[in-house]
């Protein structure tokens, strides 16, 4: 299967789209100034003990209190402890293998037992803040890498079960073995079947150095809360989970980042670094690449997927829930069943993809058309987890209800993705009166004139919607409206370009620089 990724960068976020076959199955989008990341590690102050809750509020810098809860804690907390103890003494160069590992924790115990309000504890983000909750804490450390994932105080081996060989089980289990420090534990990634043993030499040298450098920030007079490790870019962090010999294009817009990326591609797969390719053309690149099309028809309440057939997807409080809906599908033969089996199966492979394009995450409740037969049920049940065996968010599906009914929860670790489909009217402000639309290219005339002969600059670019972009640009060459422009304005060195994500009568003016000129004003409109 062919998958290429598609970075476009922004001056407030990146959003990153993973497209199989060009059709759009994941898209994540990260803001430049977000604070918290999840796998970040931070030295912390416990704010507020809530024993009813058997959990804790821990300060790492957030409006409301990070939540801690006993369960999260690992059984090798007071071994953290004592490390943390250690670290605050001033000692340079703290090697794990010389901490004493403390007992484990009761594995039913009681918070208020090993945590005290003001204690400090190291923790890292396990889910972003959602909604108005904060982050939710872990205390059982790990620092992820391509092939390896490392656990401090674990001085265990873990391979993934995606891993059926005994043997390379076997074998990987015996490599690390022999590399591993005391006092580390590993998980072997699925990624890591049939690696040398100097694959995971390097990368084991590189994790154990990432965690040294981060207990060695810890000061006797350090303020908390303190970053101590910062997960690597949404963008190289995105690639490093679903990075594989499929991939054959990975396209950016930034100049910055595509470097970024190089170097991470030419660390772990040398060989492949030419599939990274910087994108220069003025079409904006999801515009180019289809993303913003497919990502217009893909949100919102109803998403239709196959011959009139569609979901609505509604959000509560608690769950999710899908409806399915055949529409004006039919077959030949008014075979219920059979078309019932058809859309159910249809809908399967849409609904895979809306949960990893949306992340929806917690409780889905599925209602697909309803089916006599317990062998087409079974055949729903199996597409269903086929098509969820490549999500990447642990889940777990059920078998339909006798009322039809599909239940699935999916890992909720970031809020869900949520982009407007409907856009308001960018004349009117959603007032309802507004100018002659025929009027529009003389008001974008006037801002270019504003621009050229007020405030004097001459190079910059206009973003349209491609309707009023194909008005601008028609005639015979040099003959069109931009043409004229161009020539009324020779001191100017504009370009006008098409944009998917502006509605009708919207525009954009960016300088030379990628940053946008805000010419625009609320227009008066006539009270009736």
Request: aromatic content about 8%; hydrophobic content about 35%.
């Given at each position: 299967m062919?998958?290429?990724?598609?970075i476009?960068?922004?001056?407030?976020?990146i959003s990153?789209?993973?497209?199989?076959e060009?059709?759009l199955i994941?898209v994540?989008?990260?803001?430049?100034?977000?604070?918290?990341s999840?796998?970040?590690i931070?030295?912390?102050?416990?704010?507020k003990?809530?024993?009813g809750?058997?959990?804790?509020?821990?300060?790492?810098?957030?409006?409301?209190?990070?939540?801690?809860?006993y369960?999260?804690?690992?059984?090798?907390f007071?071994?953290?402890k004592e490390?943390?103890?250690?670290?605050?003494t001033?000692k340079?160069?703290?090697s794990?293998?010389?901490?004493?590992v403390g007992?484990?924790?009761?594995?039913?115990?009681?918070?208020?037992?090993?945590l005290?309000?003001?204690q400090?504890v190291?923790v890292q983000?396990a889910?972003?803040?959602?909604?108005?909750?904060?982050?939710?804490l872990?205390?059982e450390i790990s620092?992820?890498?391509?092939?390896?994932?490392?656990i401090?105080?674990?001085?265990?081996i873990?391979v993934s079960?995606?891993?059926?060989?005994?043997?390379?089980?076997?074998?990987?289990?015996?490599?690390?073995?022999d590399?591993k420090?005391?006092?580390?534990?590993?998980i072997v990634r699925?990624?890591?079947?049939?690696?040398?043993v100097e694959?995971?030499?390097l990368?084991l040298?590189s994790?154990?150095?990432?965690?040294?450098d981060?207990?060695?920030k810890i000061?006797p007079?350090?303020?908390?809360?303190?970053?101590l490790?910062e997960?690597m870019?949404?963008?190289v962090?995105?690639?490093?989970?679903i990075f594989n010999?499929s991939f054959?294009?990975i396209y950016?817009?930034d100049e910055?980042?595509y470097?970024?990326?190089?170097?991470y591609?030419?660390?772990i797969?040398?060989e492949r670094k030419?599939i990274v390719?910087l994108y220069?053309?003025?079409?904006?690149?999801?515009?180019?690449?289809s993303v913003?099309?497919?990502?217009?028809?893909?949100f919102?309440?109803?998403?239709?997927?196959?011959n009139g057939?569609?979901?609505?997807?509604?959000?509560?409080?608690?769950?999710?829930?899908?409806d399915?809906?055949s529409?004006n599908k039919?077959r030949?033969?008014?075979?219920?069943e059979?078309?019932?089996?058809?859309?159910?199966?249809?809908a399967a492979?849409?609904l895979?993809?809306?949960?990893?394009?949306?992340?929806?995450?917690?409780?889905?409740?599925?209602?697909f058309?309803?089916?006599?037969?317990a062998?087409n049920?079974?055949e729903?049940?199996n597409r269903?987890?086929?098509?969820?065996?490549?999500?990447?968010a642990k889940?777990n599906i059920?078998?339909?209800?006798k009322?039809?009914?599909?239940q699935?929860?999916?890992?909720r670790v970031r809020?869900?993705?949520?982009?407007d489909?409907e856009?308001v009217?960018p004349?009117?402000?959603?007032?309802?009166?507004?100018?002659?639309?025929?009027?529009f290219?003389?008001?974008?005339?006037?801002?270019?004139?504003?621009?050229?002969?007020?405030l004097k600059?001459t190079?910059?670019?206009?973003?349209v919607h491609?309707y009023v972009?194909?008005?601008i640009?028609q005639?015979l060459?040099?003959?069109?409206?931009?043409w004229?422009?161009?020539?009324k304005y020779?001191?100017?060195?504009?370009k006008?370009i098409?944009s998917?994500n502006l509605?009708?009568?919207?525009?954009?003016?960016?300088d030379e620089k990628g940053e946008?000129?805000?010419?625009?004003?609320e227009?008066e409109?006539?009270?009736?």
């Open positions: 062919n998958s290429e990724l598609v476009d960068v922004q001056a407030s976020e990153i789209a993973l497209l199989e060009k059709r994941e994540n989008k990260e803001s430049r100034v977000s604070k918290f999840v796998g970040d931070y030295l912390a102050k416990v704010k003990l809530m024993p809750l058997n959990a804790a509020f821990v300060d790492v810098g957030y409006e409301k209190g990070a939540f801690l809860h369960q999260d804690l690992g059984p090798k007071l071994s953290y490390l943390v103890k250690q670290a605050k001033g340079k160069n703290l794990l293998s010389k901490i004493p007992k484990d924790i009761e594995k039913d115990g009681h918070l208020t037992d090993v005290a309000q003001g400090e190291l983000i889910k972003e803040p959602i909604s108005t909750k904060g982050p939710r872990t205390s620092i992820a890498g391509r092939f390896l994932v490392l401090p105080f674990a001085d265990k873990f079960q995606k891993i059926k060989s005994s043997e390379e089980r076997n074998r990987i289990k015996q490599i690390l073995k590399i420090p005391k006092n580390f534990g590993v699925t990624v890591a079947e049939g690696k040398k694959d995971f030499d990368e040298n994790l154990i150095k990432r965690w040294n981060s207990i060695n000061k007079d350090s303020k908390l809360p303190l970053l490790y997960e870019g949404r963008t962090s995105i690639l490093r989970d010999p054959e294009n950016v817009n910055g980042v470097h970024e990326i190089c170097d591609v030419n660390i797969a040398p030419d390719k220069t053309n003025d079409v904006p690149i999801f515009d180019y690449f913003t099309k497919q990502l217009k028809s893909s919102g309440r109803t998403v239709s997927f196959k057939a569609y979901l609505i997807i509604e959000k509560t409080e608690a769950m999710h829930v899908v399915v809906n529409g039919t030949a033969g008014n075979d219920q059979a078309n019932a089996i058809e859309v159910n199966l249809a492979d849409e895979a993809r809306q949960l990893r394009l949306r992340d929806l995450g917690g409780i889905i409740v599925v209602d058309i309803d089916m006599v037969k062998e049920r079974q729903l049940y269903m987890r086929d098509n969820m065996a490549n999500d990447r889940h059920l078998q339909l209800s009322f039809g009914l599909m699935i929860t999916r890992q809020p869900e993705m949520h982009i489909t856009e009217c004349t009117c402000y959603g007032k309802g009166v507004s100018r002659p639309s025929i009027l290219v003389d008001e974008l005339e006037n801002k270019i004139d504003y621009l050229v002969n007020t600059t190079k910059f670019k206009l973003y491609p972009g194909a008005y640009n005639g060459p040099f003959c069109s409206l931009k004229k422009w161009k020539r020779k001191a100017a060195s504009f006008v098409t998917q509605s009708f009568l919207q525009y954009q003016f960016v946008e000129i805000d010419l625009k004003e227009i409109t006539v009270s009736h």
